[in-house]
């Protein structure tokens, strides 16, 4: 059974920096596609970035592209996101999650930890 635990969110002023973790158990990872989506209040969960474990190639949202940094440790078998310049259009729950298919769609993706809250103050 796949297992994803975040940490790492918290509260911070605008423009300062997160880090938040992944820690991944249960599965063989090099197949797959991990991700980070973010859910705010009033609004739908939204793509913020994914990357192949195995090869590393990363896509981003236009809202984060140049903020935000995705990462992936074999060895720790964890997944990151470095957070940079965060603004307080920020704010969510993020949620890591991990699936087969690279992609936007948020239904690719089987596997979701239980979200941690990130609040950007102004």
């Known amino acids: 059974q796949v297992q994803l635990v975040e940490s790492g969110g918290g509260l911070v002023q605008a423009g300062g920096s997160l880090r938040l973790s992944c820690a991944a158990s249960g599965g063989t990872f090099n197949s797959y596609v991990m991700a980070w989506f973010r859910h705010a209040p009033g609004k739908e969960r939204e793509f913020v970035a994914q990357i192949r474990w195995n090869g590393g190639t990363t896509d981003y949202a236009d809202s984060v592209k140049g903020r935000f940094i995705i990462s992936t440790d074999n060895a720790e078998k964890s997944a990151y996101l470095q957070m940079n310049s965060l603004k307080p259009e920020d704010t969510a729950v993020y949620y890591c999650?991990?699936?087969?298919?690279?992609?936007?769609?948020?239904?690719?993706?089987?596997?979701w930890g239980q979200g941690t809250q990130v609040t950007v103050s102004s």
């Open positions: 999650v991990a699936g087969y298919l690279y992609s936007r769609d948020i239904g690719a993706y089987a596997y």
